[in-house]
């Protein structure tokens, strides 16, 4: 049995980096995907700019150690990444006692598609290692 997940969309905000008390890197980002909306017999329609109609969807990933600290370095809002990992479901206890779920991707591997949506040389990234 296999538990895979490829994506690949552009980053809705810059990545969130901190570090664990045990010194673990740990980088979170959003990244969406589109797809086409469809009517009630499947197909596919524009909007009222002409447009294919779609739908937005927001995937948390959370990336470890050196994939963490180079994705916190190289990866700004905008930016087109594919992202390869599993999916990762959570079940907690919120403060009042009511049992809440997550699901996120957590990563393997980032490739950068593009550059960040900055136009500075903080952004270039030309010089970004492959990240597995």
Known sequence: MTNIAIITGRLARDPEARTT???TS???ITVVTDRPLRDKDG???KDKNGYTAK???FHRVTCFNGLAKTVGQYCSKGQLVS??????YTQWED???VTRYGTEILADKIDFLSRGS????DNDNTDAPEID
């Not at 992202?83 to 990762?88: A, D, K, L, P």
């Open 118 to 121: 900055g136009s500075s040389d």
């Open 43 to 45: 197909q596919t329609y």
């Open 26 to 28: 740990v980088t979170g």
């Open 55 to 57: 739908e937005s969807e």
């Open 95 to 97: 403060k009042d006692g």
């Open 83 to 88: 992202v390869q990992g599993r999916i990762h």
């Open 21 to 23: 008390q045990g010194g």
